[in-house]
């Protein structure tokens, strides 16, 4: 019996609190930085799955998560009202120095969470956000630019306002937030002569309410729909549904005294153009691969040697591509046969070689086998995703071109001495970049799988060198010089990085070092920028720690 | 004595021609600034509701502009041109006497009277939310009440069929050469022909792409490209017309397009880099995709409409 996943899944304790309020139905990762960890683990399930997600980060803004405890330490050490205000308004401003720092220097995401969040982002299909201010925000604190992103706002019930009460309070509404968190708010409607409630009971019979949420709107659009007079802070992006609300800074108290007053004087708020998940759906669906018709030939060619166990699992990844069209060329380079593993497989072709010629040989020998249109290559030991195929296959047949490629998330593993593999983190940061014509004459940044190449690529500008040590680079640098390389922009398969046996795992430096240095020699660029960039790349990899990898930016703790 | 459009200064006269007349809008450009404050306060003075429509150069990038012709002139060929790019990112050389990471595009006086008319209005629209955050921040003032008014294109042709698969295409016939230079030295090598279509002029020498204006034959063009480079740094306008051709297209993040059109490549204008990036991603996507209707302007009036009823007490 197979389990379905379930389509919205949310990790850390603020994420659960959103996702309750959204539609299951929703393929959605709802995420805060408590549950980033298991988040990752769910995005690479999904992308190994070749399912379609939103990410949905949870991110309290952190100019107002770090600025509420540092408002709470200084009305704690401050007693004077008017040096509270003097302390809180260069709070406000960014420029109150803590241990030595400015507010404002402070005021960031830890740069582990930022990483994770950054790779998250990749593996996702699109950004999921409660308001286009949030997704500014997130821009801003992670630096990625997401080419996929809908709003949705979490559905919330608030009690209908009574109007009967002869006095009434202004109540400041923080569902999910302490008390000690609203000192500001405190402090700030202090100089009200009405009541100042903080108890959520209060709040049907509230005179104007002060929405505290900071970044989150979901609670001032259901204000808003009972018609409460409201107030609401800038940060939580809840003016791009609500009108007629005053709007303060969470941080600044002068605005939130003067956000009070505005909402007691308004009109009552009303809320207008709320997303629905059925237009986040659709954006997903945007971004499916789209179906090529007829599909032209892609044959896939998978060197190995002796490695059964994993050949057979790059090869079932293939065949689960959503593809019609294709054919795997593996080509044993010397090793145990394997013709027998594939007798039933009629898009298996197997050739059984005497004698080991190394991986470079084996794919050229693959390539001059191949019949398909666009060739793709692949390790015996990593895997590509279901849509990696397709989805290079239209960037090829849309754009013309004759190179594309995708990103590729590295998984580390350890084998132990008994066979077993245990997984020790993942790094979707190092391929995920485009070839650049300016790195393409010094070294390229993509994983040979991420790569598909139309097969008269090769016709016209040869195969592999397989007496260079880095043949792939070559290939990729000499292409380079010729052809555009289009970049599908999705993760689409995995590299897989072992302590054993991996040419990465020993001390290569020298014999890379080498290689790059012939490499260059053939390849002159004439430029100095270039050959400057080229020495200091050779003494790079000279100088590495033997052994070197690029390290896990997802570790699983020992 | 007017409550309901009026706009001042040529360019926002243009932008918003096609607009209903009895929508309560003062729409203004930096030119217009001086005139709509006036009809501001008279509208005000007769408790009259208004949204402001400000057409400003936000995006600080834009000033910019001119002076990367200037650089380009100044050095010939691909290679000084793009270290002068590199330093210019990293400020080690000025514009004007000043760095690159220090340029603000909007001038004191625009940003204070934007905000003596925001305090006047009674909420503010823009051509896209990135464009609200951004007026926001000029002005150092919120409105209680905000909207997104997104417009058409006018100079973008009527979509036509695609005949034949040509080069890549740099849509700018609202820049002059000279302004749009940094966008075909960004692509200089890309292997592919770059066209570039601007408002005309001298555009440096010693640049691979072709440019061109637009005539006749531009919608054909247009329906060819492998991929369309939109260079509108504030406007979504030309990502909203063009997505019809069904090309792939890429545009700058600061143009908020992404808030009305799915798989679009974005690029930041002020990492010159991503640009050429872009392009490469573009390339691969698969037409872009409106996500729905775009917003009218009926919430325009609806919105003014709530606000002039007298709150009854209970």
């Not at chain 1, 009405?194 to 979901?218: G, H, K, M, T, Y």
């Not at chain 2, 006749?216 to 504030?234: E, F, G, K, P, Y």
Request: hydrophobic residues 45%.
């Amino acid at each position: 019996m197979t389990l379905e996943r379930p389509a919205l899944r949310a990790f850390g304790p603020s994420a659960q609190s959103v996702a309750e309020s959204l539609p299951a139905q929703l393929p959605a990762i709802v995420v805060d930085p408590a549950g980033i960890g298991e988040a990752y683990f769910e995005a690479v399930e999904r992308r190994v799955a070749a399912q379609s997600f939103f990410l949905l980060p949870v991110i309290e803004d952190p100019r107002v998560a770090r600025g509420r405890s540092i408002a709470v330490s200084i009305l704690g050490q401050i007693s004077d009202h008017d040096s509270r205000r003097v302390a809180l308004t260069q709070l406000a401003n960014g420029d109150l120095g803590v241990n030595g720092k400015s507010f404002r220097e402070i005021s960031v995401i830890d740069a582990g969470v930022a990483n994770v969040m950054r790779e998250l982002l990749r593996l996702a299909d699109g950004l999921l956000v409660r308001s286009t201010c949030e997704a500014e925000m997130l821009s801003r604190l992670l630096g990625t630019r997401v080419r996929t992103r809908a709003r949705i706002v979490p559905v919330r019930e608030v009690p209908q306002p009574r109007t009967s009460v002869p006095v009434r309070s202004v109540v400041v509404f923080a569902p999910g937030l302490q008390r000690s968190d609203l000192v500001l708010y405190e402090f700030a409607l202090s100089s009200l002569h009405l009541p100042v409630s903080f108890r959520e009971e209060d709040l049907a019979n509230a005179a104007c309410v002060i929405d505290a949420s900071a970044s989150d709107p979901s609670w001032a659009v259901a204000l808003a729909q009972r018609g409460y007079r409201l107030a609401i802070a800038a940060s939580s992006g809840a003016s791009e549904y609500v009108g007629n609300a005053a709007v303060y800074d969470a941080l600044d108290e002068r605005t939130i005294l003067r956000a009070a007053l505005a909402a007691l004087g308004s009109e009552p708020a009303y809320a207008f153009a709320i997303p629905s998940a059925r237009e986040a759906l659709a954006a997903l669906e945007a971004s499916a691969p789209p179906v090529i018709a007829p599909a032209p030939l892609v044959s896939v060619i998978i060197p190995t040697y002796n490695r059964h166990a994993d050949l057979r699992e790059a090869v079932r990844s293939i065949l689960a591509a959503e593809y019609p069209n294709l054919e795997v060329v593996v080509v044993n380079d010397g090793g145990e046969p394997v013709g027998e593993m594939f007798a039933s497989e009629a898009r298996v072709r197997v050739f059984d070689r005497d004698v080991n010629v190394g991986a470079f040989g084996a794919e050229n020998f693959g390539i001059e086998h191949a019949r398909g249109k666009y060739v793709q290559l692949l390790a015996d030991d990593d895997i590509l995703y279901a849509d990696h195929i397709p989805r290079l296959v239209a960037a090829l047949e849309n754009s013309g071109a004759a190179v594309a490629h995708g990103n590729v998330l590295i998984r580390y593993e350890r084998v132990e001495s008994d066979g077993t593999r245990r997984l020790e983190g993942f790094n979707a940061s190092v391929f995920v970049n485009p070839l650049e014509p300016f790195d393409a004459l010094i070294s390229t940044p993509i994983a040979g799988q991420a790569l598909m190449i139309r097969r008269d690529a090769y016709e016209r500008f040869g195969g592999f060198d397989a007496e260079c040590v880095l043949a792939d680079q070559e290939h990729q640098m000499r292409l380079a010089r010729e052809l555009d390389f289009v970049h599908v922009d999705r993760i689409t398969g995995e590299w897989r990085l072992r302590n054993s046996g991996d040419a990465f795992s020993s001390n290569k430096n020298a014999e890379f070092a080498a290689s790059l240095e012939d490499i260059y020699a053939r390849m002159p660029s004439g430029r100095p920028a270039v050959e400057a960039a080229r020495v200091a790349t050779i003494q790079n990899v000279r100088s590495r720690p033997p052994g070197y990898v690029f390290p896990p930016t997802m570790s699983l703790r020992r | 004595m007017t409550t309901g459009l009026r706009a001042y200064g040529e360019k926002a006269q243009r932008l918003v021609a096609g607009f209903e007349r009895d929508l309560p809008v003062i729409a203004f450009d930096r030119d217009g600034l001086q005139e709509a404050y006036t009809d501001a306060r008279e509208r005000s003075m007769r408790r009259a509701r208004f949204w402001v429509l400000p057409f400003l150069r936000t995006v600080r990038h834009s000033s910019l502009l001119p002076a990367f012709g200037s650089i380009f002139r100044a050095y010939s060929t691909t290679q000084l041109r793009f270290e002068a790019l590199r330093l210019l990112e990293a400020g080690l050389i000025e514009v004007n006497g000043v760095r690159y990471g220090h340029f603000h595009s909007p001038d004191a006086d625009t940003a204070n009277g934007l905000r003596a008319l925001l305090s006047l209005s009674y909420g503010l629209v823009a051509r896209s939310w990135a464009e609200i955050s951004r007026v926001i921040a000029l002005a150092g003032t919120r409105p209680a009440s905000l909207a997104v008014v997104p417009l058409l294109d006018p100079i973008a042709p009527p979509p036509v069929p695609r005949t034949a698969l040509e080069g890549v295409i740099i849509w700018a016939p609202r820049y002059d050469a000279n302004e749009v230079s940094l966008l075909p030295i960004a692509l200089e090598e890309v292997l592919l022909p770059v066209t570039v279509y601007c408002s005309g002029g001298d555009p440096p020498p010693a640049i691979k792409a072709q440019f061109r204006t637009v005539d006749d034959s531009t919608a054909q063009q247009l329906a060819n490209a492998r991929c369309i480079i939109v260079a509108d740094h504030d406007d979504p306008a030309a990502v909203l017309s063009l997505a019809a051709f069904g090309v792939p297209l890429a545009a700058p993040v600061s143009c908020g397009a992404y808030e009305y059109v799915d798989n679009i490549a974005l690029f930041d204008y002020e990492q010159i880099p991503e640009i050429y990036r872009a392009t490469m991603r573009g390339l691969a996507l698969s037409p872009p995709r409106p996500k729905g209707p775009l917003p009218g302007r009926d919430s325009l009036r609806i919105a003014a409409e709530m606000t002039e009823i007298c709150p009854v007490l209970r």
